[in-house]
């Protein structure tokens, strides 16, 4: 089992920058195994999309929405992202999603707010 807690939602005003993080935790052996690990985001009344991912290779990839202004990284357990420019229409709650060889794992999410 592998447990995610996300952090450093909250609100900013458009144009303003934060910084998301996820952490994993939990069962070592599946922790290792983690080949990917994704940002997701669903706004009110929408379906939850993608939003950046990186792989174990280190290769990423973005949501055209937010290229330019998102950079994702991973360090280990954890993984990063970075958003910047941020527009009232990124408001969202954001979840941290990990793929591994038991199954894909998700965090609780953390809100983001971006006021205009």
């Known amino acids: 089992q592998v447990q995610l807690a996300e952090s450093g939602g909250g609100l900013v005003q458009a144009g303003g920058s934060l910084r998301l993080s996820c952490a994993a935790s939990?069962?070592?052996?599946?922790?290792?195994?983690?080949?990917?690990m994704d940002w997701y985001r669903q706004a009110p009344g929408k379906q939850r999309e993608l939003v950046a991912g990186?792989?174990?290779?280190?290769s990423t990839n973005y949501a055209d929405s937010v290229k330019g202004r998102f950079t994702i990284s991973r360090d280990k357990n954890m993984v990063y992202l970075q958003m910047n420019s941020l527009k009232p229409e990124d408001t969202a709650v954001y979840y941290c999603?990990?793929?591994?060889?038991?199954?894909?794992?998700w965090g609780q999410g953390t809100q983001v707010t971006v006021s205009s």
């Open positions: 990186i792989a174990s290779s280190g």
């Open positions: 939990g069962s070592i052996r599946t922790i290792v195994t983690i080949n990917h």
């Open positions: 999603n990990a793929a591994t060889i038991s199954g894909a794992y």
